[in-house]
């Protein structure tokens, strides 16, 4: 797979929204977009446990795509499990160039690992707190807890639609 500068990347954006805060989506996105056209945005999460309800709206505003996996047994990791076969799906189908991983989870290590013996920019981004073989996992790792909030409005934001 040739390289592609940053921007000329097809990028997807993953999310553990277990893992996440609702609030640093906006600036997750934004973000995001400086590595490329972002054409693919999901957050993974059982959607329907009630401390997850806060982020119906900051999806919608972000056109990120909601992934439902019901809990099945506690403590238990469906949605990440789903995360890492739909990016795998992504990037064997040929849809993608790069993925930006976001969780503080280190359970995506091998995730990132696997993507990139294959030449697939892996980004992640995660809390200070992220284990170290997550961070070292990925070809670059962004630390939100630095992003701080997305002041500007997402909307006509180059990269964050999708192909024009």
């Not at 940053?6 to 893992?19: F, G, M, S, Y």
């Not at 995001?32 to 900051?58: E, L, N, Q």
Request: proline share 4%; glycine share 6%.
């Amino acid at each position: 797979m040739p390289k592609l500068a940053h921007k000329q990347q097809r990028l997807a954006v993953l999310i553990d929204a277990e893992n996440v805060s609702h609030t640093r989506l906006p600036a997750i996105v934004l973000r995001a977009a400086c590595y490329g056209t972002v054409i693919v945005k999901r957050a993974y999460a059982d959607w329907s446990r009630a401390d997850m309800k806060r982020f119906k709206a900051v999806l919608n505003e972000n056109a990120i795509e909601p992934v439902h996996l019901f809990s099945h047994a506690r403590g238990k990791n469906a949605a990440d499990i789903l995360l890492c076969l739909q990016a795998m799906d992504l990037v064997n189908a040929g849809h993608v160039d790069a993925v930006c991983i976001v969780s503080s989870d280190s359970d995506f290590a091998p995730l990132a690992i696997k993507m990139r013996s294959e030449g697939v920019r892996v980004y992640g981004m995660g809390e200070q707190h992220t284990p170290r073989a997550f961070v070292k996992a990925c070809s670059s790792f962004i630390y939100m807890d630095s992003m701080g909030a997305a002041l500007l409005p997402l909307s006509g934001v180059h990269g964050l639609n999708g192909p024009s």
